[in-house]
Antibody
Framework: EVQLVESGGGLVQPGGSLRLSCAAS????????MSWVRQAPGKGLEWVAN????????YYVDSVKGRFTISRDNAKNSLYLQMNSLRAEDTAVYYC???????????WGQGTLVTVSS | SYVLTQPPSVSVAPGQTARITCGGN??????VHWYQQKPGQAPVLVVY???DRPSGIPERFSGSNSGNTATLTISRVEAGDEADYYC???????????FGGGTKLTVL
């Protein structure tokens, strides 16, 4: 059974940092692109970043470029999102998701809440 | 970056057909995916590649895509279909993954 379990969310002050993790199991992690998708309270889904199987390609939404870094450790079946210089508008539930063919997302984690507030 | 436009809300009576649109420039040339999200839950893929259904998704859910509009059709709507629905594409421009703004489906 495919499982994606996020962790690392919490309350952080503006300008602070946080590192999210996503533990994957039930599939060959190193064979798939992986993404982070977020959802601000009461708002829609927003893609944040994705990373190629071997980590050689990474893409980010403009609003997080230069502040967030996506990475993965295939030996540990884990995906990460390092978030620096956090802003109030980064407050959201962050989901880790596995990309399928044509870029769809069949598997999602349960999400982890990040709250940026003083 | 590529923009997907969805109506904020759609209302339908039980047993009727709901149609949720997703507009985008020449979206017919892209593969469109649709997600259902209920409050407090992660999204669920209900249609991928314009019109295919993942296993376990009822045949009542179908999709089409042509020109500048993709459509998710839900036949014989049930109370349990009440949720937010999002379209999504992969795009080769600056943001490779794009979601529509979402449509709240209300079952009257």
């Amino acid at each position: 059974e495919v499982q994606l379990v996020e962790s690392g969310g919490g309350l952080v002050q503006p300008g602070g940092s946080l590192r999210l993790s996503c533990a994957a199991s039930g599939f060959t992690f190193s064979s798939y692109w992986m993404s982070w998708v977020r959802q601000a309270p009461g708002k829609g889904l927003e893609w944040v970043a994705n990373i190629k199987q071997d980590g050689s390609e990474k893409y980010y939404v403009d609003s997080v470029k230069g502040r967030f870094t996506i990475s993965r450790d295939n030996a540990k079946n884990s995906l990460y999102l390092q978030m620096n210089s956090l802003r109030a508008e980064d407050t959201a539930v962050y989901y880790c998701a596995r990309e399928g063919y044509s870029g769809s997302y069949y598997y999602w984690g349960q999400g982890t809440l990040v709250t940026v507030s003083s | 970056s590529y923009v997907l436009t969805q109506p904020p809300s759609v209302s339908v009576a039980p047993g009727q057909t709901a149609r949720i649109t997703c507009g985008g420039n020449n979206i017919g040339s892209k593969s469109v995916h649709w997600y259902q999200q209920k409050p407090g839950q992660a999204p669920v893929l209900v249609v991928y590649d314009d019109s295919d259904r993942p296993s376990g998704i009822p045949e009542r859910f179908s999709g089409s895509n042509s020109g500048n509009t993709a459509t998710l059709t839900i036949s014989r709507v049930e109370a349990g279909d009440e949720a937010d629905y999002y379209c999504q594409v992969w795009d080769s421009s600056s943001d490779p993954v794009v979601f529509g703004g979402g449509t709240k489906l209300t079952v009257l």
